[in-house]
Structure formats: C-alpha cells, structure tokens
C-alpha cells in the first residue's frame, strides 16, 4: 500500500522543500496492539500447546486468546482436514477432543470475520484516502485557475502600460523635431529651444527608466508564470500517482475478494458445528457487564478524541482564515503598483511558513481521525454484545406486552358480561314485577367502639353469591342472605350509582320510578341517598341521579326531545306532611305546618300521586336544584339521640316529575322520579327516647310497622293491602303496589351492638325481594296535533 508521503499534494512553487514525514499509522497500530485491541500473531501450535498445559480452561476461550492467533491458508486446511483419534471407551478424553477442536474452530471462525471486516475497513479507508485527495487535487486546480488569471490580467495591464509609454516617446520625438525646425526657422528663439530641449532630454531619461522598471516587472512576471505552469506539472505527476495508487488498491481489492471466497467456502464445512457453538454462547454472556463497561470506558474516550479533534480543526480554521487574509494582502499589494518585489517576497515567505503550519496541522488531524476510527472499532466490538441482550430483552417485552394485552382483553370480555348478567338480570324483575333490593354496609366508626371478637359480617366468595350475597353470625349462628346487589364498607358513591344509573334514566324513558332508603338509625341511610354534596366524591344518590337527568336531557336535544321538570320535597314527620319548600314557616303553624294549608294524598286513574297544596317548582338547571336541596336539608326535622348526634326524625321524599315532548315523532312521555330517605328505625330501650323524642319513634316506628304491614300482605298476595294505616305506605301507595320501577337500599350497621337490628333489617329486606307489584308500564303517548305543551 502506498504511504501517505505519496498521498500528500506536492508542495506550491515558493514553499520550500522539506524532507517527508514517517507514515505514522503504523506506529497506531503497534500502540492498538499493545494496549490489547490489536492483534497480536501467534501460530496455531501455540494455542494447541497452551490447551494442553492448561486443561482447567474452557472449551470457549477468551476473547484475549482469539485476538491474539494467527491463521494461515495451510493451518487452516490442517484444522479442516484433521481427524480425532478418539479412544473407545475414553468418553472423557473424546470429549476434551472434541471441546478443543471445536474451540480451535471457534477461533478459526472469529479470525476470518476479523480479517473480513479488517478489509471492509481497508477498504473504506483506501476509497475515503482516494477521494480527499481527488477532492483535494480539484481544489488546487481551482486556486491554480484563479492565480493564473489573476497573473494574466496583471501582464496584460503591464503591456497596456508599456504601450502607452512608447506611444508618449514617439510623440515627445516628434515634438523635438518639431522644436529643432523651429529653431531653424526662429533663431531668435534659440535659447527658449534649447532649455527646452535640455527639459525634453530629461524627460526622456525618466520615460526610458519607467519602460525599464516595466520590462523587468513583465520579466518577473513571466518567471513567475514559469513557475506557475511547473507547479501545475507536478500536480499532474501527482494525479497519475494517485491514479496508479487507485489501480494497485483496486488489485488488492481483488485479491481481498478471492481470499474472501475462498473463506467462505471453508466457513461452508464449519456450518456444521454451528449448534454446539450456540449453546456454548450461553457462556460468552457473562462478560457482557466487563463488555459495558469497556464500552463506557471506550465511549469517554471517544469523547476526549472528538474534543481535541475539534480544538485542532478549530486551530486549523483559523489559520486557513489568516492564510486567507494574507493572500488576499498578496492580491492587493501585486494590483498596486507603487509596492517593491521585496515586499512581495516576504508576504511570499510568510505564506510560505503558514502553509507550512498548515501541513503539519493536516499531519495532527489525520493521526487523531486514525486514533478515533481504532477507538470506533472498540466502540462496535462492545455494540455486538449489547445489541443481542437489546433483542433478548425486546422479545421478552413482546411477550410481556402481548400478555398485557390478553388480559386487558380478558378482563374487558368479564366487564362484558358482567354488564349483560345485569342486562338480564334487571328484564327478569322487570318481567317479574319483584321490588329491587340493594344492601349497603357502612364502615365501623370511632363512636362504635374497639371490636375485640370476630367481625359480624362477612361476605360469600362463591361464583353464585359473589357481589350479592351476605352473611351474619348471632351467638354462633350464621345467617345468609341473598340479594340483588351488595356492597361492602369500602364501597364508594360513584360505584353504588353506577349500578342505579340506568334505573334512574328510566324516568327520562317515561317510567315511575322510586329509590328509597331503609334501615336502623346511624346506617348510613342519609349519606346514601345525600351524602355530602358540596364534596365531588361523596355526593349522594339524590344529587348524582339528578345530575344524569339533566346531561341526559341536554344530550337528548340533539334528537328532538324537549323536558319540563317540576321538584317538590316533603316529610312526612309524626304522621304529618311538611312542605320543605314553602316560603310561609312560622311558629303558629297547624299540624300542616302551614297555616290555612290542608296536605291531603290523592291517587288519580293512571298510579299518578298528587298531594294537595304542595309547592311544586319548575327547575331547568342542576344549580336550581342543588339551592333547593339545600333550603329542604335547612328546613328538615332532625335530633339528638343515643344511636345518633343528629338523627333524621322524619320521612324526607323528593319528586322530580317529567313531561317530555319529541317534535319530530310527535311522542310524549311522563316520568315521575320518587327520592326517598326514610327515618331511621330504634328500639326504646336503646335509644333511651323521652319528651318530644318519644313521641317521634313512635310515629316512626309505627309507620315502619305499617310499611312492614303492606309488604307482607304483597309478599301473600292478600286481597286486601293495608295501605292507609300511615301517610308513608299511602305515599308510596303506586311504587308498591303499581306500575313503577322500585328499589330498596337497606342499610346495615357493623356494630356488634347493632346485630340484632341488622338481622331484623336483613329479613324485612328479604321479604321486600320476594314481593310481586306490577310490571312497570311506559307513559308513551302520541302527541294530538292540536295540543301543544307550554315549557318553562
């Protein structure tokens, strides 16, 4: 291979000529090797020789040992063509046979990769060497171009000068002849003739050394241009030698080529071993964290090579720019024409010693690139070992990701059918007229005290009780129950509304339809149904159900459907109505509550129940009704008890009634949305009730025991249902006995002290589910053509 004192460009004809510097790549190489990246020969039988000193070493090797063999053509036909001795019955000794030739074939292998990618990079590197250099012959044939040109128009000017001055002897010639005539003619002029023939002479002196100041110019000129168009030999020389390089690395080329066949054609007997070499790869795995780390070592370095690389080239740049500046002072000192040779000499010399310094500049940058294209070769050898744990941890997270991807499947296709066991579920109640019953337990509170023994309440596991049964043990006894939802103590708001979401958009389709709360006091019958509502996560069923009804409505535009809601709110407190929207309260009130004002129940033909003067609201806004909710919680009957600091002493119902007109299809639907909180139920041995107290849980019980009545007179289907024995039963007189769609939350205590209302709750909550009322009907009605519905 030709050395790079045959790559450089020949030196411009002013520079001076310096003796040629060493090639410098080999002593790189020799650097490589010794730190222990580069090869570093040895014969074959030496690895044979140290395999047999050393039998503890591995069958695979170190890398350090294939890096440092050598193979030639006759080895590596000796390794093919070898054949085993192997012993009959010396399994262990045949094995080490085999475990050597395999390792020796190991290292044949990685040897001719080696020398395959020693030739790739040979070869880039001769293509890249070719076209700087073509790249760099262009670019002196371009500035060469330019000089020439510039040297072209400075003769071309000088001969211009040189013109104009012969042009001005020849005329001051002719002048003198004329001044001798006229001396001829005018003697008396004589004197003036001759002072200025002395002044012509003069003249004339000066013109002939200006043309000889001119001619010697031209004469330097010319010499110059000689030396130009020498300059411009040698490059020519220099181009062939570098045409000639091309052509032997092309042979060279060639004979990589046919050396790399007949590698290939051995590599071809080698294939067979390839299976037991992938399972000893297993092994090479664990020098993948001194790999990384070789790696990191080899990636800083990188970084302190480009850093000084850039400091070099930045140095170069500004040379390259002074160098810039000074030929363009060159320029401007050789177009004027009042600066000396002398002068031109030394820009000449100082261009001479920055070209100087820019050669040896290229030299320092040329030896960093070969230092980093060594580092480049470390920095891919480390890639090879991470690269295969990159593809083993990408096919683990593949299968990682596709099994997250069946389980989110799976669990979707559980939603599913969750979703349709509901479905059907709510169509066979619908179909079977049954009153829904929903059991909710509240969590144990500080005011219940420390439980010592075993929880009261548990929760069946099994796929049919899942999510719907519950179980209570009474002095060692248990109790199952089973209804149509149940929920833990852990339970959130927003979950216990989902499962009553599409009930309360019945009422939007037309249906009755009644939610109300039942169980002892301090069970969580309040914060079912109301909640805390000023908090996002801990409101109620009441505001939630009525946040649906409005985003529904609105949604429902979209289709043609125009609403009117109307919201009134009542309690039902010692067997009286109490208006809790009316504006007229005073404290001279009649057993109404409001003087003047008789509240009187009525059921018309259709199941719809009106109560007489109550105040009824139109509201369009979810903000109406939440101030609404608000003055009734103010205007509330509520006390102090044993069981609870501030126990709801009445019946509280809320109605939302619904008009809705499509005018496209011209239909009409009319639903009712029946909210209620019942009072909490006590004993009064528990609840220790005197006074005004007393007289509030006996009404409350009494109409508990009333509402406890009618259920069991539907659980028997009796002819006769005693609705009228309270104003509560004769209340809920259509969502018990009617056409609407009815649901019960029974609310349950974890208090062991509780236990024995729990379980009454329970078994009223039981006979509450297996009771049959009619099958809920639509209020669809078609609209008249001469009847039109006036909104709010």
């Not at 074959?44 to 063999?69: F, H, V, W, Y």
């Not at 070499?277 to 080899?298: C, P």
């Not at 339970?491 to 009553?500: D, H």
Request: glycine share 6%; net charge neutral.
């Amino acid at each position: 291979m030709a050395s790079r004192n045959q790559n450089r460009p020949p030196r411009s004809p002013s520079a001076k000529k310096e003796g040629i510097p060493l090639d410098k790549r080999r002593k790189i190489g020799v650097a490589i090797g010794r730190s222990g990246f580069g090869p570093d020969r040895k014969p074959l039988s030496s690895l044979s020789a140290r395999k047999q000193d050393d039998p503890t070493s591995s069958d695979m090797g170190s890398t350090e040992g294939a890096n440092t063999i050598d193979f030639t053509k006759e080895s590596v036909d000796a390794l093919l063509s070898e054949k085993l001795k192997m012993k009959k019955f010396d399994h262990k000794g045949n094995l080490e046979l085999v475990s050597d030739l395999n390792s020796r074939l190991k290292l044949c292998i990685k040897w001719f990769q080696k020398r395959d990618a020693e030739h790739l990079d040979e070869e880039a590197k001769l293509r890249s060497a070719l076209e700087n250099s073509q790249k760099a012959l262009a670019d002196t044939e371009a500035e060469m171009e330019i000089k020439d040109e510039k040297l072209s128009a400075s003769i071309a000017q000088l001969k211009e000068e040189n013109v104009s001055l012969q042009n001005r002897l020849a005329k001051e010639e002719s002048e003198k002849l004329d001044a001798i005539d006229c001396h001829k003619r005018e003697k008396e002029g004589r004197i003036s003739a001759e002072s200025l023939n002395a002044s012509l002479s003069q003249e004339l002196e000066k013109a002939q050394q200006e043309i000889a100041a001119a001619n010697h110019r031209a004469a330097s000129l010319d010499d110059m241009y000689k030396r130009l168009q020498e300059y411009n030999l040698s490059l020519q020389q220099y181009n062939s030698k570098l045409h000639s390089e091309l052509e032997a690395a092309r042979d060279s080329l060639k004979r990589v080529e046919k050396e790399k066949s007949t590698i290939v054609e051995n590599l071809s007997t080698l294939r067979g071993h390839y299976n037991t070499l992938q399972k000893e790869l297993t092994l090479s795995r664990n020098s993948q964290d001194e790999a990384v780390n070789q790696k990191e070592s080899l990636v800083n370095e990188v970084k302190c090579l480009r850093g000084e690389l850039q400091q070099v080239r930045d140095d170069r740049d500004r040379q390259v720019s002074e160098v810039q500046v000074l030929t363009a002072e060159i320029v401007k000192y050789k177009e004027s024409t009042g600066k000396s040779v002398a002068e031109l000499d030394q820009l000449m010399t100082k261009t001479k010693s920055w070209e100087e310094t820019c050669s040896s500049q290229r030299e320092q940058i040329r030896l960093l690139e070969h230092q980093l294209t060594a580092a480049n070769e470390k920095l891919k050898m480390a890639n090879l070992s991470s690269s295969e744990i990159k593809t083993e941890f990408e096919e683990q997270k593949k299968a990682l990701s596709e099994l997250q991807e069946r389980l989110v499947d799976k669990e979707h296709q559980l939603i599913e059918g969750e979703k349709l066991r509901k479905k059907l579920h709510n169509t066979i109640l619908e179909l079977k007229g049954n009153i829904r019953v929903f059991c909710r337990v509240r969590p144990l509170l500080p005011d219940d005290g420390a439980v010592t023994e075993a929880p009261v309440i548990s929760y069946p596991t099994s796929t049919e009780a899942l999510g719907r049964g519950i179980d209570l043990v009474q002095s060692g006894q248990k109790y199952a129950f089973t209804f149509d939802k149940v929920f833990s103590h852990d339970t959130s708001q927003q979950a216990v509304f989902v499962e009553i979401s599409q009930l309360v958009q019945s009422a939007l389709d037309g249906y009755k339809v009644c939610i109300f709360a039942y169980g002892q006091t301090g069970s969580g019958k309040t914060y079912t149904m109301m909640g805390r509502p000023e908090a996002q996560e801990q409101k109620g069923l009441i505001p939630r159900s009525l946040e649906q009804i409005f985003q529904s409505s609105q949604a429902l535009m979209a289709q043609g459907w125009k609403y009117k809601m109307q919201a009134s709110m009542l309690e039902i407190y010692n067997e009286t109505i109490r208006d809790l929207l009316s504006a007229n309260k005073s404290s001279g009130t009649t057993d109404s509550g409001v003087p003047g004002k008789q509240y009187t129940i009525k059921h018309d033909a259709n199941g719809n129940t009106h109560v007489t003067d109550l105040t009824i609201i139109d509201v369009s806004t979810i903000d109406e009704i939440s101030s609404l909710l608000l003055q009734a919680a103010q205007s509330r009957s509520v006390g102090r008890t044993q069981m609870n600091e501030q126990s709801s002493r009445s019946h509280f119902v809320f109605t939302l009634r619904i008009s809705g007109v499509n005018e496209g299809t011209e239909q009409q639907v009319q639903g009712v949305l029946n909210l209620i909180d019942l009072a909490g139920s006590e004993r009064l041995s528990k609840s220790l009730s005197t006074g005004d107290r007393l007289k509030e849980t006996q009404a409350i019980n009494k109409s508990l025991s009333s509402l406890a009545d009618v259920i069991f007179a539907l659980a028997k289907k009796e002819d006769h249902v005693p609705f009228r024995n309270s104003k509560l039963t004769y209340l809920l007189q259509p969502c018990l006995g009617g056409d609407s769609k009815t649901l019960m939350f029974v609310n349950i205590s974890p208090d062991p002290t509780s236990l024995g209302e729990s379980l009454c709750s329970l078994r009223f909550a039981a006979r509450v589910n297996a009771c049959e009322i009619g099958i809920p009907r639509r209020q669809l009605t078609l609209k008249p053509a001469d009847s039109r519905l006036s909104y709010g």
